[in-house]
């Protein structure tokens, strides 16, 4: 197969071409989105270091999630409670940053790993200039990371992700309509709420969530009604959990197990515009070879 970087007639896009084909028309290229970086081992997601191999290994841009310590740290992190990575079931919240640099932090092999968590400032140095970073789980400390961009000058970086029925969510968007927004869609009958939404807030792409191949989000119209308003449609291909369905059930395993033509190729056909998978040079590898990839 190769190695990342040795793929040829393929190379990493920038942000500023990511940028312009954000912004600009529906044209079949789908981009590959990298989920918390690329992490495995004891590279731990949600780093600095995970987004810099996730780069390495062709991602178009880098999902990463932001939580808030109790003295007001912001740092990559995703759950709810620190009982997956810190072996803790407390709230990242009632935490200071001291304190969390200080707890044996478990890494996916389940041992006692050498690596900690990266501060987001830390984090937005490490990709300031080199890629597109969409912004999840924040929703309750926007404000600090909509500034916190804005002073590293990565305001034209940056996606700010979040469930349309999140009311608190929407009006940030609109007290804050310079910002690019994904806004995350479950059900149709929420579109409304979105199209009446970008009518002041700039909305490059909208993340769609099905769980299966009938969902009404995953249906022909929606694509069609999506991209006649140049919205491109974001989804993931996460194989996680048994419980937790992606993709309408494409996911990246389907892709590793039986081949992309059977997950990341389905979505593509689709119209998929922006995938986002923990494979993403493997999936931009596919997308290639099938002359969907961006640059």
């Known amino acids: 197969m190769g190695a990342p970087g040795e793929m040829e007639g393929m190379r990493v896009s920038s942000w500023q071409e990511t940028e312009a084909w954000l912004s600009g028309g529906i044209d ?3 981009a590959v989105a990298s989920h918390r970086g690329k992490f495995s081992s004891s590279v731990i997601e949600n780093t ?3 987004c ?3 780069l390495d290994e062709g991602a178009d841009l880098v999902e990463l999630d932001v939580s808030r310590t109790k003295d007001g740290v912001l740092v990559g992190h995703h759950d709810k409670t620190m009982n997956r990575l810190f072996h803790l ?6 935490c200071t940053w001291e304190e969390l640099r200080g707890l044996p932090l478990y890494n996916y092999v389940g041992e006692i790993g050498t690596e900690g968590l990266d501060t987001l400032p830390h984090i937005l140095d490490s990709l300031k200039d080199r890629a597109f970073v969409a912004l999840d789980r924040c929703w309750d400390c926007w404000e600090e990371v909509h500034a916190l961009v804005r002073e590293k000058g990565m305001a034209g970086q940056a996606l700010f992700k979040f469930y349309i029925e999140n ?4 009006r940030f968007a609109e007290d804050h309509p310079n910002a690019l927004y994904v806004p995350m869609v479950k059900d149709p009958a929420t579109l409304d709420r979105v199209e009446a939404l970008g009518r002041t807030v700039r909305i ?3 993340e769609i969530l099905p769980e299966a191949p009938d969902d009404p989000i995953f249906q ?3 694509f069609h009604r999506l991209h006649s308003r140049n919205i491109k449609v974001w989804c993931n291909s996460l194989s996680l959990a048994k419980r937790l369905v992606y993709g309408g059930g494409y996911d990246d395993l389907a892709a590793l197990r039986l081949g992309g033509d059977k997950s990341w190729g389905v979505l593509a056909a689709k119209g998929v515009d922006i995938i986002q998978t923990d494979w993403p040079w493997e999936a931009k590898r596919y997308l290639a070879s099938i002359g969907r990839s961006l640059p």
């Open 28 to 30: 079949g290229r789908v």
């Open 48 to 50: 600095a270091l995970a």
């Open 52 to 54: 810099l191999l996730a």
């Open 89 to 94: 079931d407390r709230p990242l919240a009632g």
């Open 167 to 170: 009311e608190t969510a929407c």
């Open 204 to 206: 490059p792409a909208l």
């Open 220 to 222: 022909p119209e929606i």
